[in-house]
RNA sequence: CGGGACGUAGCUUAGCCUGGUAGAGCGCUUGCUUCGGGAGCAAGAGGUCGAGAGUUCGAAUCUCUCCGUCCCGACCA
């Protein structure tokens, strides 16, 4: 049990300027954290005791699963990740460590760098330790910092520069291995969301920078979330819309034949679809062929989508590229012939076709059969361009943004989208990092053959604070019972009255006997203080002791949840307080 | 990195447009009165107005540069 005089919990009435979010707010107002710089954020005694709460429960899931825990640095020499197969794409994201007393004039690359993950780390280990079918499948876990420098850290914990994560590895000696350790660690975390009171869904997702061959996010449907998720009720499809996909091109639908034969004409000053749309040229967005030009790796490439449509880039990821971006008007007038406004994928109008990584057409410009589409010449365009007759698609994909309303590709009933918290990913990677750190065990047969790995993440802090974007009030957090800090709160509003402090202390030894961890407000501060306070920082059962009920041997019992009062007689609090703290562990 | 907003006491902010001795509320300190939902009165402490340069007799206010913060986009747990 703690005294809340005695600890530390520096609650505002005021939210700071700079959050925006319920969240963030509140993780200020109740004492929880406190900003360093942006991202950076000191967990104060009742944010930690969360944290700790949080992992906690993580760790039973965890070791429930047969994942085995251990820690590594958080400092990595820098060779692991330059010889490991992502160091192009990931080195933007790391914070770059010199040693202490480096000089000017070093090189390039920095001696060592924060870990933003732990591949690099755990997968030399295992090549190292463990070389044997004998001794798989094994899965390694930790929970610790994290440290990635974010484009823009953002909403307190939600999205921070270093960060509380619980990271697990999985080394299998096949296919079949992984997907079941996979579906463990889904398992796993299915539960852990379900003991954190959160609500979460498992959605299909974009592998990213991690690579790997498919991977399920779990989100917490909200608001104020950085992904949106694509969703069929009806079939139970859901995905990340970074990897959804609708059924909005039927798989059996016909060529279209060509409608005649291309035509060039002028379009002085016209640049944009909307402007080709409008009169006189009355071209609709779905009966125009959009044409993109990026850069994979340095080398140009095109997208071919309808005019209506958006790209997806996460769904360039595919093509193998390990860093893309969109290509400026400078660089790409010397290879197609035309500026932005005037492009087009049509054969033999690219003035620079060599200079070409390839021409990617989405599926959905089958849709259109025959089109519109720049000309490669400032100011003209192309009508008639029929799909397969005159375009040079060197690869069909899906790279469009899918829509809300879009038929679900199974069921056929418009498709649903809704803004979400990534608080976990589960990757499954195969062989790429144990192929190129050489992780490989031999088998009964004595055939040597690289690991099958997964990679299994959860974002401990951005758990915490989603858990509080989903359970408050106007008046302040309302903590599930496993994760408060603590779970009941005993308000002593007579802290000089002998009686009353007696009551406080026989209270709160009962809640702890019963199992709950206790924090008793001591404060000389005046009722409507505590009270408010008490909403504030939202433990699940508020027991009052005053004067006024003291005298007529009564104290009073308030949920949080439910704003439920009740009192309860002095000479009954022994049974009452057990049965609530157990029922409410029990329920929890 | 692109676009937008902002930076004045521990917190929330007024003042800036139209240059002329820096104000309020909360919080804090002391005293008195209060005491079951953020009390009242009285007295008090607390500010290099983000930093630097410039314009000016004079800059929180106008100009420029830098730094920091927040929001929208790409990235991620």
């Known amino acids: 049990m703690k005294y809340w005089s005695q600890t530390f919990i520096p609650t505002l009435k005021e939210s700071p ?82 040693h202490a007393g480096a000089g000017k004039g070093r090189a390039k690359e920095p001696e060592f760098v924060l870990g933003p993950t732990h591949e ?28 990635r420098n974010e484009i823009r850290p953002r909403y307190g914990l939600m999205r921070a520069r270093e960060f509380i994560m619980k990271d697990a590895y999985s080394f299998d000696v096949d296919d079949a291995g992984a997907i079941e350790s996979y579906n463990r660690m889904k398992r796993a975390y299915t539960a852990f969301f379900l003991r954190c009171g959160l609500k979460t869904i498992a959605v299909e997702a974009d592998t990213g920078v991690m690579g790997g061959s498919y991977s399920h ?60 749309a409008a009169a006189p040229y009355n071209v609709a967005p779905d009966k125009q062929f959009k044409t993109l030009v990026y850069l994979g790796d340095g080398k140009p490439f095109l997208v071919i989508l309808r005019g209506c449509d958006d790209l997806e880039e996460a769904k360039l990821g595919p093509l193998g590229f390990q860093l893309w971006r969109a290509a400026t008007p400078e660089e790409i007038e010397p290879i197609l012939g035309a500026k932005p406004g005037s492009l087009g994928s049509v054969k033999g109008t690219i003035r620079n076709p060599a200079a070409l990584a390839g021409i990617f057409a989405d599926h959905a410009i089958r849709l259109v059969g ?34 809300a309303g879009e038929p679900d590709q199974q069921s056929g009933s418009p498709l649903k989208m809704a803004r979400a918290i990534e608080v976990g990913h589960v990757f499954k990677l195969g062989t790429k990092y144990s192929e190129k750190f050489g992780a490989v065990y031999t088998d009964d047969q004595k055939q040597s053959h690289p690991m099958v790995m997964g990679c299994y993440g959860i974002g401990l802090s951005r758990t915490l604070q989603a858990v509080i974007e989903q359970s408050n009030d106007a008046d302040g957090i309302i903590w599930p019972w496993q994760v408060a800090p603590w779970q009941v709160l005993v308000v002593n509003l007579d802290p000089a009255d002998a009686a009353a402090t007696a009551l406080c202390l026989k209270l709160a030894q009962l809640a702890e006997t019963a199992g709950a961890d206790v924090l008793i407000d001591d404060r000389a501060e005046r009722p409507g203080v505590k009270f408010k306070d008490a909403d504030l920082i939202g433990l699940p059962l508020r027991l009052t002791v005053g004067g006024r009920g003291l005298k007529e041997g009564i104290f009073e019992f308030k949920w949080r949840a439910s704003k439920e009062v009740r009192k309860v007689a002095i000479a009954e609090a022994g049974s009452a307080v057990t049965e609530a703290v157990r029922t409410a562990a029990a329920k929890a």
Not at 38 to 47: D, S
Not at 122 to 141: A, W
Request: aromatic content about 8%; some cysteine; hydrophobic content about 40%.
């Open 17 to 98: 300027a700079d959050a925006e979010i319920a969240s963030h707010k509140l993780l200020l107002r109740a004492g929880l954290v406190r900003k360093l710089g942006g991202g950076l954020y000191t967990f104060l005694p009742a944010g930690l005791r969360v944290v700790q709460k949080i992992s906690q429960l993580c760790r039973e899931e965890m070791d429930r699963e047969g994942a085995i825990e251990l820690s590594m640095p958080f400092i990595h020499p820098v060779d692991n990740w330059v010889d490991g197969p992502r160091w192009t794409a990931a080195r933007e994201i790391m914070y770059r460590v010199d």
């Open 120 to 147: 690099e780390v755990i997968t030399p280990l295992v090549r190292q330790e463990i070389t044997s079918y004998r001794d798989l499948p094994k899965n390694f876990y930790q929970i610790g910092t994290k440290f």
């Open 217 to 276: 996010e779990f989100m917490v449907p909200a608001p104020v979330g950085d992904d949106d998720i694509v969703y069929c009720e009806e079939s139970g499809y859901s995905a990340n819309r970074e990897k959804a996909t609708s059924g909005l091109v039927p798989k059996d639908l016909p060529a279209a034949a060509p409608a005649g034969a291309l035509e060039e004409f002028p379009t002085p000053g016209i640049v944009t679809i909307a402007a080709l």
């Open 370 to 403: 025959n089109g519109t589409t720049g000309a490669n010449k400032d100011g003209f365009h192309l009508r008639n361009v029929n799909v397969t007759r005159d375009l040079a698609v060197t690869q069909w994909g899906d790279f469009r943004r899918v829509r």
